[in-house]
């Protein structure tokens, strides 16, 4: 049977950001698969190098539309490890909310674009529908709906009513509910079975081998979040599970997610109910004595790393951020190997790719 | 069964979105209904500003600019067309001089028109 080679991307309406795609099919079934990165590289790291540490919180903000709190929260713990800071424990608990809270926003974000590329639209309409309670929530919080800006070096620089509070926790019984029909959805909708089971496999060998981290690699078998495995305060005082499916599909996946998205509301309502008093950030000094630490978070596509190195000055001598969508992105042509090409779509659905992440 | 809960969850909603009317508002013609936190365009109160420089300093998008000539005499100028809305002017100030409003309307032909002088501070003989 002839080989053709069928281009996807940079710009293909299945991408919601720019990436490329080589695939050799044979038939209907894709034979070999090449990936092609770097279209949206802006050069972050280098910018860093540039800038103060200040101005720096708002410059990995710009790291990804999505996940932007996690990646300040991540940079801002590193450089107050560097400070040897201690950071209020309300400011801990606000930012562990917003984390959360980001965490159902990109989940829901995610299952609407599966549904999408599936031809599932009610799905899609439903989760983004949901999304908005969210970021409602979100933009109450910080002002915005994603750029939230409320990180600083030492803390937060939001603080919640009691009024406020109250608010919120009646926002999460309404997302509770919508929540828990999704996952319904996800658990019984045989349409969405059949176009999900089965598909994009991932063993746990090829986990392990490439490195995965987050909801593609638990929902491949392996137990591993270091929002318990190694908890930064304040997960060491909440209950949470962490779900894991052995399946590897990209049904596993979307259970998986599901399953932190209900886990994610309910760590919400903890953070809200135990939220202690007093300040929200301690003042942190502008010049960062010299050293280099590793800061790691549970981002909700999985583990985000910042490695940052102080020469003694306000302005950071490097700063290298590792994103968890690179390790996903890798597994790729694994997955799509004997793909049929009308899968191809759930497959790059599957592992929630954040290309602007991945290229910085 | 699964047939009857979809139909049980869905015809409730449907009722409530017809019976809820449209969502969007008729702007520019009423009001947009923006959160207390919302990040609009930067002020200042004047009097409050010392000139020292603390919010140039940090402004992650170079959005102002300060011209100083000694101690007393110095613009504090605000680029709102390279604003990025984050507020740290607004954290870093020391004395509660810099504020940013719900104002997010800067449509404009004309982008030097935009350019704000915040502070003219001129020294005062005495």
């Known amino acids: 049977m002839n080989r053709i080679t069928v281009p996807i991307g940079p710009q293909h309406p299945l991408l919601k950001e720019p990436m490329a795609f080589q695939l050799t099919v044979e038939g209907e079934s894709v034979i070999e698969s090449t990936l092609r990165l770097g279209y949206v590289h802006r050069g972050i790291e280098r910018l860093c190098q540039e800038r103060t540490y200040v101005q720096n919180i708002h410059l990995v903000e710009r790291v990804c539309g999505i996940c932007s709190h996690v990646h300040t929260t991540t940079y801002c713990q590193g450089v107050e490890a560097l400070l040897g800071l201690e950071v209020p424990l309300r400011g801990l608990y606000l930012r562990t909310l917003l984390c959360e809270l980001e965490r159902i926003h990109s989940h829901l974000l995610w299952l609407g674009v599966l549904a999408r590329n599936i031809g599932f639209d009610t799905i899609f309409m439903y989760a983004w529908r949901d999304r908005e309670i969210v970021l409602d929530i979100m933009e109450d919080l910080s002002g915005g709906r994603v750029s939230h800006a409320v990180n600083v070096i030492g803390g937060v620089r939001i603080d919640l009513t009691e009024e406020h509070r109250d608010t919120i926790l009646s926002q999460l019984d309404l997302l509770d509910k919508q929540v828990a029909h999704l996952l319904g959805i996800v658990e019984h909708e045989r349409s969405l079975k059949a176009r999900t089971q089965n598909i994009g496999h991932l063993s746990l060998e090829d986990v392990r081998r490439y490195c995965v981290v987050g909801p593609v690699a638990r929902a491949s078998g392996l137990n591993v979040d270091l929002r318990r495995d190694r908890p930064p305060p304040p997960y060491d005082r909440l209950t949470f599970t962490v779900p894991v499916h052995e399946d590897g599909d990209v049904w596993a996946r979307t259970w998986v997610r599901m399953r932190e998205t209900v886990e994610s509301v309910r760590l919400c309502r903890q953070i809200l109910t135990l939220l202690p008093d007093g300040p929200v950030a301690a003042r942190a000094r502008r010049r960062v004595p010299a050293g280099e630490v590793i800061s790691r978070s549970e981002a909700p596509r999985g583990e985000v790393i910042y490695y940052i190195r102080s020469d003694g000055s306000d302005i950071p001598a490097r700063v290298k951020i590792r994103t968890p969508t690179l390790t996903s992105l890798i597994t790729l042509p694994t997955q799509l190997e004997g793909v049929n090409m009308a899968d191809v779509s759930v497959v790059l659905a599957g592992v929630d790719l954040c290309i602007a992440c991945a290229d910085r | ?126």
């Open chain 2, 1 to 126: 069964m699964r047939c009857l809960e979809s139909i049980a969850y869905l015809f409730p909603r449907i009722w409530r979105t017809l019976a809820r009317g449209p969502q969007t508002v008729a702007y520019p013609l009423s009001p947009i209904d923006l959160p207390a936190g919302y990040r609009g365009r930067v002020h200042i109160r004047a009097e409050l500003c010392r000139g020292c420089g603390l919010c140039v300093r940090d402004c992650p998008a170079f959005g102002l600019e300060l011209e100083r000539e000694d101690r007393e005499t110095f613009r504090l100028i605000y680029h709102p067309d390279r604003c990025a809305y984050c507020g740290q002017c607004e954290e870093s100030c020391n004395f509660g001089a810099i504020y940013l409003d719900n104002d997010f309307v800067h449509g404009t032909f004309n982008r030097e028109a935009l350019i704000e002088v915040l502070v003219d501070r001129k020294r005062t003989n005495k």
